[in-house]
């Protein structure tokens, strides 16, 4: 195969074997959303870079390098998403949706980051994400929770824990940040060089380090809890009543910050042990200023994005269930005659009974190839038709698994095929 016909690193096909764990996941996210009163809203893959600088943080590892940033023809600089929340905020406030109103959304599609490719981690992945717009209270907080634990049930994920955190206001994170800077600069010699870079832009970043060789000194950092505000504080100890209520397990883990600047107030994650090192599988948080600070009307703010690979993987490793699509019936037809007949017979018995799933051979070769196929298939019946069978206005309808082959008229075929598939 010559060298340019290979996909871009980091960029994955999901190929017809795998596709139904895809299919799973999001049937039962969409299912899921809409029992919650979650609507779809779908945004452009492409926005102006500047968006996501304003939105994500300019001290972001996603801003600052992982961005898939180009020019287009008139000079402006544009980025394919590498979140949604930022895409979804601007769609809220340039189709005025947020004045007076409330909304609880939801959408699902590739997202785009240049990291560096490992399992569980690609340049361009998929996301489920949710937001809920207008409400200010710790119950949405709560309810978003507690719609993913759903969705984890349903899908039969277990293996993951809910891991909690209160960022405070952007005020009392302001002071945090000062108390934090001291720490950290009087360790300078301490730290790797990203987080010697962070340092002066953002020290909070520092807490978010996946170096190992920095846990010891991040460990020892002053509490984030101990700066929080009195407000945040009640939001939290409310929400961890909200889930305790609802039998949500959880751990308060007070260096969680988040990769993006715009959270406040709640965030939260949830990990796995068992997908390695990328171990976060859906991650959120309030983010109560963005709206504003995008130039929409003030509006309180929370969401989250699951991770789809990583939910899939999870799904495998855990044997979750996941339908694979099989035909019902598959048609098997040898002839020219017996071809065109039974591509006729087909399409009628689709619409005598829309439910039922036919495949056709098409290939024209010889019964026993076409049976072989047949077999394969997974489908529960053949109909077979080879040209005396035209003549006579009859198919034989053989079941795959065991039991007897049968004439049976073309026009009773749709009645008893449907008897024999929802029998
Ligand atoms: P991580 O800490 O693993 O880098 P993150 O904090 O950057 O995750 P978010 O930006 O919050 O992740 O995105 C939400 C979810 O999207 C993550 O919890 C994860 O499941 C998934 N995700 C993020 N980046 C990638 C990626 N490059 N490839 C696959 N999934 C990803
Ligand atoms: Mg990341």
Avoid at 81 to 92: D, F, H, K, M, Q
Avoid at 359 to 385: M, P
Wanted: net charge negative; proline share 4%; charged share 25%.
């Amino acid at each position: 195969m010559s060298e340019n016909i290979e996909p871009l690193r980091g960029m994955n096909d999901v190929l017809p074997a795998e596709a139904h764990w895809w299919n799973r996941l999001e049937s039962v996210a969409r299912e899921v959303f809409s029992t919650y009163g979650y609507r779809e809203i779908r945004v452009p893959l492409l926005e102006r870079t500047q968006l996501f600088k304003r939105a994500i943080g300019e001290h972001t590892d996603i801003v600052e390098k992982e961005m898939f940033s180009f020019e287009d023809r008139d000079g402006q600089s544009l980025s394919l998403r590498p979140e949604a929340t930022a895409s979804i905020v601007r769609a809220a406030i340039s189709n005025g949706l947020l004045h007076n109103q409330k909304h609880r959304l939801f959408t699902i599609g590739p997202m785009f980051r240049g990291e560096r490719p490992q399992k569980g981690r690609y340049r361009q992945f998929y996301q489920i994400d949710a937001e809920a717009f207008g409400y200010a209270g710790p119950e949405v907080d709560a309810e978003l929770i507690l719609l993913t634990a759903r969705m984890w049930r349903l899908l039969g994920i277990s293996r993951v824990h809910l891991e909690i955190n209160s960022l405070g206001t952007a005020e009392a994170r302001a002071r945090y940040r000062e108390v934090l800077r001291e720490y950290f600069q009087a360790r300078f010699d301490q730290l790797d060089a990203d987080s010697q870079r962070r340092l002066q832009g953002n020290p909070l970043r520092i807490l978010d380090s996946k170096n190992a060789d920095m846990a010891a000194l991040i460990a020892g950092a002053p509490s984030l809890a101990d700066h929080l505000d009195e407000e945040s504080r009640i939001h939290f100890e409310r929400l961890k009543s909200l889930l305790d209520a609802a039998d949500v397990p959880y751990t308060v883990n007070p260096r969680l910050v988040r990769g993006l600047d715009y959270y406040s107030r709640t965030v939260f994650e949830w990990v796995t042990d068992a997908l390695g090192s990328q171990n976060a599988v859906c991650s959120g948080g309030r983010y109560d200023g963005l709206v504003t600070q995008l130039g929409g009307e003030a509006t309180p703010a929370i969401g989250w994005a699951m991770g789809m690979e990583r939910a899939v993987l999870l799904m495998q490793e855990l044997g979750c269930e996941a339908p694979v699509e099989t035909p019902d019936v598959y048609f098997v037809m040898a002839g020219d005659q017996a071809l065109a007949r039974g591509l006729q017979l087909a399409e009628q018995v689709r619409s005598a009974v829309p439910n039922l799933k036919i495949e056709t051979d098409l290939s024209g070769g010889s019964f026993k190839a076409q049976f072989k196929r047949a077999d394969k298939s997974g489908a529960q019946l053949a109909v077979v038709l080879g040209d005396d069978e035209v003549v006579r206005g009859e198919a034989s309808v053989k079941p795959l698994r065991g039991g007897e082959q049968k004439a049976v008229s073309f026009d009773a075929l749709a009645a008893h095929l449907e008897a024999l598939i929802q029998g």
